[in-house]
């Protein structure tokens, strides 16, 4: 086990699971006959606990806000017809084309964290829906809890006179 400069010589040699469980012990112990009714509650000490077991317990479900949260990212987006992948900064993605002197209808490739992507109300389809990007085109990603990300693509091409 490597560990940081910060953490005692001592805690290195000490088995993961027996630190599991010295520290179930200690919340144990300390949460006897607490009032576990307002977990939710971000003021109570029971939401705080409920927050150290579920890492303890590397419990990753999401209850009363606590846990992670649904995604709606795009992590990767590009136009295989063209060889060019995006750049993804916040709520932007960039394309730059150094040979594209039309905007017809292109296809994207893209990954997403989200439930479903759409521009509008057109559902798009990695690597199916055709778009034209004569314009920055507004990506819209949904979580599974509905809620949404947008993203604005622009895609920049040389100037033909």
Request: hydrophobic letters at 40%.
């Amino acid at each position: 086990m490597v560990l940081n400069d910060s953490v005692p010589n001592c805690l290195a040699s000490i088995d993961p699971l027996l630190f599991f469980v010295i520290l179930s012990l200690f919340f144990f112990n300390h949460c006897k006959g607490e009032n576990f009714s307002n977990v939710c509650d971000p003021q109570s000490k029971a939401f705080y606990q409920t927050i150290f077991l579920k890492f303890a317990l590397n419990d990753k479900s999401v209850a009363c806000g606590i846990g992670p949260m649904p995604g709606k990212e795009i992590t990767s987006f590009s136009i295989p017809s063209l060889g060019i992948n995006g750049i993804i900064s916040d709520s932007n993605i960039s394309l730059l084309s150094d040979t594209l002197t039309t905007f017809t209808p292109l296809i994207a490739k893209f990954t997403t964290t989200g439930k479903n992507v759409s521009i509008g109300d057109v559902t798009q389809t990695s690597e199916v829906t055709s778009n034209s990007f004569s314009a920055n085109l507004v990506y819209t990603v949904t979580a599974t809890d509905g809620t949404t990300k947008d993203y604005t693509v622009t895609l920049t091409a040389p100037r033909t006179y």
